[in-house]
């Protein structure tokens, strides 16, 4: 089966620092898989090279099969990739229903599937129904984190590139956080999971990949891992 | 001693006119430092050849609003193409590459201007000729035709800006430009389009203007300069900001004129603005940052 995104050999640069030193990849539709290792390690740049908000120097992205490399990000956005980044992003000015609008108000989505999309949300965080006419910036961290993620299921994305989205929660949001990732692999959404949170991505992805110094060193199914794993201890040094 | 009650109505409508073009100045530039951080040094420009083109179309077809509407959707063309072949390119860059490339874009419209149309002032007939007493003053209602215009104008941006699916748009690129980007928003058209909207705006004053001045191809300058006061007062890239501070800032030279002439009242924006820097560069009219 060809997967949904490949990403080969890709080196990334900021300035003159070396952040991605050949990263090899590959998600399939609806799979879940996470992206452990320490801080540092390149995790998130992966996510944003894969966004095309970093432009690699070297290697290639695949997205169904197409090279995708060097496209901007909107237009990877419209071919269904989302991305809800690690500090969240929220239009801090724009109400709730705002924000989701700047990823619903597309050509070619009818009102009616406008709707069934802003009612799924809204039935997953009834939070953000509740507060869908106050600014993004009043909303706790928790809800910022909630409307992240409505915002992006707004593109009716492929794959989710989800990066850190229990970092500073509090426990209950998330168990929440974990839910929707079991929803959306249920609905088909492949998701990219950057976590700190051990036991959660192994709970909600199928495979686990593990970086260091800016590339892949190992991979395996997460069913195969436990927390007290020798491999998590070898690459997270927990 | 007594308070001169008559004098100060007449020049607080004077304020308010003025203080109106000012706005739709303003709001233009301000917008385009907003979304884009670039400091447009060509605004004033825009402004003198929307003044032209509303010369050019009412010889051509005598009809003043025709001229208005063509002279806008002629300069917000021009804005479009000019943004895509010298901005968009330089997006990101130091904004001295910037002010230096709108700062070049200015000089060449300047002297294409006075290459086409010569050194002699031209005159756009106002579109309607009737006046109003004003105490001892025959005031044109044209003047009050203007400030209405133009404050309808600022409102449909609002209401754009607030409602419109590309008015979403624009605020969440003004906001986060990159993450704007993630959303799938096409973001360099966005730009393309914000430049267009803040050149027609221009085009829209230097119209509406031209009757009162007389329309040159040095005209932009004194405009340009004020609307830049303006913009810094107002808090840059803060349109609702920028509207105060235009309106304030054309009151206060308005009073001040009643005292001395009014080429010394220019001095009162440029106490406003070293004022402002100094006590409070964030801007008059935003909230405190918290």
Redesign the interface.
């Known amino acids: 089966m060809q997967p949904l995104v490949t990403v080969e050999d890709i080196h990334t640069f900021y300035g003159k620092s070396h952040i991605l030193n050949g990263v090899s990849l590959q998600v399939g539709a609806g799979e879940v898989v996470g992206l452990l290792g320490r801080n540092g390690v390149g995790k998130s740049t992966t996510l944003k090279t894969i966004?095309g908000?970093v432009n690699p120097s070297q290697g290639r992205i695949m997205f169904e099969g197409k090279p995708v490399s060097g496209m901007?990000?909107?237009k990877l956005?419209?071919l269904g990739i989302g991305?809800v980044?690690e500090d969240r992003?929220i239009?801090?000015?724009?109400t709730v229903m705002?924000?989701l609008?700047?990823?619903l108000?597309?050509d070619g989505v009818a009102e009616e599937k406008k709707k069934q999309l802003l009612d799924k949300a809204f039935t997953y965080f009834p939070r953000l129904s509740e507060r869908r006419a106050q600014a993004g910036g009043t909303l706790s961290g928790g809800e910022q984190q909630m409307l992240a993620i409505a915002?992006a299921m707004m593109?009716e994305p492929k794959i989710i590139l989800l990066d850190e989205p229990t970092e500073g929660l509090m426990p209950r949001m998330v168990s929440q956080i974990r839910e929707i990732i079991d929803v959306l692999h249920k609905e088909g959404v492949a998701i990219l999971l950057v976590e700190q949170n051990v036991p959660l991505t192994l709970e909600s992805s199928q495979r686990v990949y593990f970086m260091e110094k800016g590339a892949v060193r190992h991979q395996a199914a997460a069913s195969q891992l436990t927390v007290n794993d020798p491999v998590i201890h070898q690459y997270l040094g927990v | 001693m007594d308070i001169p009650w008559d004098i100060i109505i007449i020049q607080t409508v004077n304020g308010l006119v003025s203080g109106m073009i000012l706005a739709l100045v303003a709001s233009g530039l301000t917008l385009i430092f907003g979304i884009m951080d670039v400091v447009n040094f060509a605004h004033g420009e825009l402004f003198m050849l929307g003044a032209y083109m509303g010369v050019v179309v009412l010889a051509t077809t005598g009809s003043f609003w025709l001229a208005l509407i063509l002279a806008i959707l002629i300069v917000a063309l021009l804005g479009a193409a000019m943004q895509v072949v010298t901005l968009r390119p330089l997006l990101g860059r130091d904004p001295l590459n910037t002010i230096l490339a709108t700062f070049g874009v200015s000089l060449v419209l300047q002297n294409y201007a006075l290459w086409q149309f010569g050194p002699v002032a031209r005159k756009i007939q106002e579109p309607l000729s009737g006046q109003f007493s004003l105490f001892y003053l025959q005031y044109p209602w044209y003047r009050i035709v203007i400030a209405l215009l133009s404050a309808a104008i600022i409102g449909g941006l609002y209401l754009f800006l607030k409602y419109g699916?590309y008015g979403?748009?624009i605020?969440?690129t003004t906001?986060?430009r990159?993450?704007?980007?993630?959303?799938?928003?096409?973001?360099?058209w966005v730009h393309t389009g914000v430049f267009a909207i803040g050149a027609g705006m221009a085009a829209a004053s230097g119209v509406l203007f031209g009757p009162l001045v007389g329309v040159n191809h040095a005209m932009g300058l004194d405009w340009v300069l004020k609307a830049f006061i303006v913009v810094v007062v107002g808090g840059m890239g803060n349109l609702g900001g920028s509207i105060l501070a235009a309106i304030f800032i054309s009151l206060l030279e308005a009073y001040a004129s009643i005292w001395v002439s009014p080429s010394q009242a220019i001095i009162v924006s440029s106490v406003v603005l070293i004022l402002t820097l100094l006590f409070r560069p964030t801007g008059l009219f935003v909230p405190t940052p918290k």
């Open positions: 966004m908000l901007p990000s909107h956005a419209r991305y980044p992003r239009f801090k000015l724009l705002e924000n609008r700047t990823g108000d597309r915002r593109l | 699916r979403i748009w605020r969440a906001q986060d990159v993450m704007a980007q993630a959303m799938g928003i096409p973001v360099p």
